[in-house]
């Protein structure tokens, strides 16, 4: 199957620093990717829709000045937790979509967990 | 708003029991649904996934049922290994491009 490459895994940063996360599709372009965010024992909770070119569609609730996400070409998607807090701690995951008809069969990244001190 | 949901936060079994996860569902739009695995630190595994115009598909070991009269779907684990535990989680996608919509995952333990 594709695969999609999460970097870094995990991350300690510092409150009011700025972490960037990578999400690369290896063997496939991704024309859309999709952000989630995981707290401890709960279920994924979509983000943002990232499409190659185009501005993203943030999720109610989820602040697109904090969360910026940057989607330059068809094979990588960052998401950027800009000034962050510990409340932004959590496990952040990316997957990536090839088109409309592989949609269905997202391939996820591994993952990457914040820690905010 | 319309999500996907899970009937039982864990599920404990026996090596070489069959397991049943369950997930109820309320988009009635929705045509396809996937079952993730997930273990911990990691991101969703797919194990198996099934259309609106089917109601039973098997994979290897793994079993996957829908009703779309009740809006349930199910995932059926044979002989249930402790490599198997983790946290099964139903999604569903109710139109193509759009992002999956995770339910709340089921905790599978399995002992030996």
């Known amino acids: 199957g594709a695969v999609v490459s999460q970097h870094p895994s995990r991350v300690i940063c510092k409150s009011g620093t700025s972490v960037k996360i990578e999400c690369r599709s290896l063997d496939f372009q991704a024309t859309t990717m999709f952000w989630y965010r995981q707290f401890p024992k709960q279920s994924l909770m979509l983000m943002a829709t990232?499409?190659?070119?185009?501005?993203?569609?943030?999720e109610q609730g989820v602040e697109k000045d904090k969360f910026l996400i940057n989607h330059a070409s068809l094979t990588l998607s960052t998401l950027t937790v800009t000034s962050a807090h510990p409340e932004d701690s959590s496990f952040y995951i990316c997957?990536?979509?090839?088109?409309?008809?592989?949609?269905?069969?997202?391939?996820f990244g591994s993952g990457t967990q914040l820690s905010v001190l | 708003g319309e999500s996907v949901g899970l009937h039982l936060p864990t599920l404990s079994v026996q090596e070489g029991d069959n397991s049943i996860i369950n997930c109820a569902y309320s988009?009635?739009?929705?045509?396809?649904f996937i079952w993730y695995k997930q273990e911990s630190g990691k991101g969703p595994q797919f194990i198996i996934d099934?259309?609106?115009?089917?109601d039973k598909r098997q994979g290897q070991r793994v079993t996957v049922l829908l009703n779309k009269t009740v809006k349930h779907l199910s995932l059926q684990i044979a002989a249930t290994q402790p490599g198997d535990s983790a946290v099964y989680f139903c999604?569903?996608?109710?139109?193509?491009?759009?992002?999956?919509?995770f339910g709340k995952g089921t905790t599978l333990s399995v002992s030996s």
């Open positions: 988009n009635s739009a929705s045509d396809y």
């Open positions: 099934i259309r609106s115009n089917m």
């Open positions: 997957s990536a979509v090839t088109g409309v008809e592989a949609n269905e069969k997202l391939f």
């Open positions: 990232s499409n190659e070119g185009s501005k993203a569609t943030y």
């Open positions: 999604a569903e996608n109710g139109q193509a491009g759009t992002a999956l919509i």
